[in-house]
C-alpha cells in the first residue's frame, strides 16, 4: 500500500481555546476523514456528573459514585446537515451548547484528571480511531490515545489571545462572558491539564509545533494541510 492510500491517524494537542477544534475540523473535512473532538467527551463526563449531583457546588466530585456510574455514560458525535460540523451527543441526546458554557468549563479539568474517566474516555477513542483516517484533537492523543500516530501537531498561542478567541466565542453564541473570569478559567485549567499525575498535557516528542498567535484561521488551516500534504505524498 502506498502512504497516499494510507488513511493515516492524525494527533493535534494543545493548550485550552488555542484553535486546535477549528483547524481539526477544517482538516478533516478538506481531506474526507473523520473528526473527533476528545474535550468534548471530557465535557459529556462533566455534564453528566452536575446533572447526577455527583459534583458539589463547591467543586467536590463523589468520585466513588462517578466511578460507579461511568458505564452509563456514552459519547457520539453526529454531523449536524446545517452546520456541516459534527454534534456531541451523551447518551443519544445532543448536548452540543450544554458542554460549551462556563459552568461545564469550570469544573471540566478536575473531572479529566480522575484515572477512571481517562480510561473510560481513552477506551472510546481509540475505538473510534482504530482504523485511522482520522483527526482527533485534545490533550494527550499524540501522547497517550495515539503514541504512533503518523502525524503529531502540538498547537499553542498566548494566554490574551486564546481568552479573547474564547470569549469572541461566547458572546457569538449569545452566553454571559466575562473577559477577566475567561482568562482566569483557561489559566487554571492549562496549570491542571498540564500537572495531572495521569497522561498531562505536554509535547510529544515527536510533534510538530504550531504556535498560531498572529496567525488568521486561512494560514493555520493552510499550514496543516501542507504538513499533511508533506507527510502523505
Ligand atoms: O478542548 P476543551 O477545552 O474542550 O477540553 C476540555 C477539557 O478536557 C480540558 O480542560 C482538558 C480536558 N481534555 C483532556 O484532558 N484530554 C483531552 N484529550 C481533551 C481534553
Redesign the pocket.
Known sequence: MNKESKRITIAIDGH??CG??TMAKDLARKIGYIYI????M??CCTLFAMREGLIAPDGTIDEASFQNRMSEIQVTFKLNAESGRPDTYLNGQCVEQEIRTMEV?SH??PV?ALPFVRAAMTAQQQAMGKEGGIVM?????GTA?FPDAEMKIFVTASDEIRAQRRFDELKAKGQEANFDEVLANLRE?DR??STRSV?P?RKADDALVLDNSHMTIEEQNEWLLDRFHELTK
Do not use: F, M, T
Open positions: 485550552s481555546s486546535k477544534s473532538d476528545s474535550g468534548a471530557y465535557r468549563s471540566v479539568s479529566a484533537d485534545g490533550r494527550d492523543i490515545v485549567r491542571i491539564d497522561a498535557l
